[in-house]
């Protein structure tokens, strides 16, 4: 009973001495997920460097250094077909804020060291799990999204814009008088990067459309851009029988697929109809031997 209150005490200095451990080391690691948020983003801070005048370069120079590093930390940790695949993610999502599939990765990285630690010296490990799973699985999701419906928005337009193509070249119009007609008729996203790489046709047509394929990655324009470049070596009468061809076989393609979107459809109509059918004549049935229970129960059906 003596040593009692000392020993409660001293477990409580102890508990004390743990808390402020465990938040200095909550702070640390907070402040270096700071850090890496400052660090990704390239145009945080410059009004601050301007204000440092002659120091500001070097200070720029600094960032930039201290950046590569932290992106090459994330290469080095990252598997590379997953980053491969992850790269190629973004780069369909159209590079969304300029940010590269590393730069991505560094801001998870940041949101779940700045707000993890917080949740830890409250107890809420569970929560700041699920919290970290959601940073680090969300950002993916939405890429995802937004590349998909990217990739949607080219393959509507180019469709669209090889039909005006063919149209400028039976007028009579040369081909990058056509390209830069149909260019100028683009719209949204997809139409300022067909007229950026139109500017590369000065070099040559495989340069400019490689650039626009890499891009988007997408077949409608693939066959388009082959079409493009065999431009150059055949007629346009040729160009025009390979265009009349592809036309022909994404009208065909489109037709197959409303075709079998109508087969499942009506199949799951169909389905739909017999489960109602089903739910119906097994209501009708259970309150058909439920009556006939009753009616034996009171003695009604046997006299």
């Known amino acids: 009973m003596v040593l009692r209150k000392p ?40 009004a601050w460097y301007k204000l440092q005048g002659g120091r500001s370069k070097a200070a720029q120079q600094n960032r930039k250094r201290v950046y ?10 990252i598997p590379h077909p997953l980053l491969h695949r992850l790269n190629h993610m973004v780069r369909m999502a159209g590079r969304p804020y300029g940010l590269e599939a590393p730069d991505w990765v560094l801001v998870e990285l940041g949101v779940i060291l700045v707000t993890w630690p917080p949740l830890m ?6 929560s700041g799990l699920l919290l970290s799973i959601a940073f680090m699985a969300l950002p993916w999701l939405l890429l995802r999204s937004k590349a998909k419906q990217r990739r949607l928005d080219a393959q509507t337009q180019i469709r669209a814009m090889k039909r005006m193509f063919r149209m400028k070249l039976l007028d009579g119009a040369h ?3 056509a390209l830069q007609s149909v260019g100028d008729a683009a719209i949204g996203e997809f139409g300022d990067t067909f007229r950026k790489h139109l500017t590369r046709l000065d070099q040559s047509m495989k340069i400019a459309m490689q650039g626009l394929r890499d891009e988007y990655g997408i ?9 493009l470049e065999l431009g150059e070596e055949k007629t346009s009468q040729e160009l025009l029988k390979e265009l009349n061809r592809q036309i022909d076989d994404e009208y065909k393609h489109i037709q197959n697929y409303l075709e079998a979107r109508m087969s499942r459809l009506k199949m799951a109509q ?3 109809i017999f489960l109602l059918v089903l739910v119906v004549v097994g209501v009708m049935m259970t309150f058909a031997v439920a009556g006939t229970l ?10």
């Open 7 to 46: 020993i409660q005490q001293l477990f409580l200095i102890y508990k004390e001495g743990y808390n402020m451990i465990g938040l200095g080391v909550s702070i640390v690691v907070m402040c270096f997920g700071l850090g890496v948020l400052y660090y990704t983003f390239p145009d945080v801070g410059i």
């Open 68 to 77: 590569k590093g932290l992106v090459r930390m994330i290469e080095a940790g």
């Open 121 to 126: 010296l409250r107890g809420s490990r569970f």
């Open 175 to 177: 081909i990058p008088d």
């Open 219 to 227: 077949p409608e324009l693939d066959v388009f851009a082959l079409a």
């Open 270 to 272: 169909g389905g739909a």
């Open 294 to 303: 009753h009616m034996i129960g009171k003695g009604g059906l046997l006299g």
